[in-house]
């Protein structure tokens, strides 16, 4: 089975702080994907990457930044987090030649 | 713009009963479709697929048909249990959107309860 995993399933963050979040995928899936879920918005694509270093903008990409090392870890960063980008933050990992994405538990993020 | 649409924000169904979720789409590249199933504080997990080329495919109790000349698709549960009680994303995928990764684009998700 697939497994993503995700570092924090809750994070409680103030104002101006810089944030990391880190995804791990364990099946050597060529893409990773960061979305955010919002109530009555679904699943808006933040930024993904389709191989290690190589990053591309999503839909809503303002505020965050990503970083691809290793093929296995993709890392999201909130540069000065503000208080709306409290959301449920997920992370995804397919393979080149499907369609399907497989998810990681979410991290629910807090900015006060 | 929503390329995606998931009209019905919730629905309530009665244990054993069918349960009919909809999705329209506006964007007639769309070539590969998706339902995934998502429980409070977890990551939505995939459900059924279909391609453009088809217009029905079956797993177990889900059933996704494709009207792709009304460019709609719906699940049907049947029957329903309320183990299936979960917030449901339909999703679409492109050629045109995919290049080197295969990007999905989602609805906005239906809140299915199902009752005991």
């Known amino acids: 089975d697939v497994k993503v995993t995700q570092s924090s399933r809750y994070l409680v963050k103030r104002t101006g702080e810089k944030v990391f979040l880190e995804c791990v995928q364990d099946m050597d899936h060529e893409n990773m994907f960061w979305y955010r879920q919002d109530p009555g918005l679904g699943l808006r694509l933040i930024y993904f990457s389709y191989d290690v270093k190589m990053k591309e903008k999503g839909d809503i990409p303002e505020g965050y930044s990503v970083s691809r090392e290793k093929k296995e870890r993709f890392s999201l960063i909130l540069e000065s987090a503000s208080t709306n980008q409290t959301s449920m933050y997920l992370c995804?990992?397919?393979?080149?030649?499907?369609?399907?994405?497989?998810f990681g538990p979410g991290t629910r993020l807090t900015v006060t | 713009d929503q390329q995606v649409k998931q009209n019905s924000p919730s629905l309530s169904v009665q244990e054993g009963r069918i349960s009919i979720l909809n999705c329209d789409y506006t964007n007639s590249m769309f070539d590969y479709f998706l339902w995934y199933k998502k429980y409070p504080a977890e990551g939505p997990t995939f459900l059924i697929s279909?391609?453009?080329?088809?217009d029905k495919n079956e797993d177990g109790r889900f059933t996704v048909f494709l009207n792709k000349s009304a460019k709609h698709l719906s699940l049907h549960i049947v029957p329903s249990q309320p183990g299936d009680s979960a917030v449901y994303f339909c999703a679409a995928s492109a050629i045109e959107y995919g290049g080197a990764t295969n990007k999905l684009i989602f609805g906005t998700g239906t809140l299915l309860a199902v009752q005991p």
């Open positions: 279909i391609s453009s080329i088809k």
């Open positions: 995804a990992s397919s393979l080149t030649a499907t369609y399907e994405q497989y």
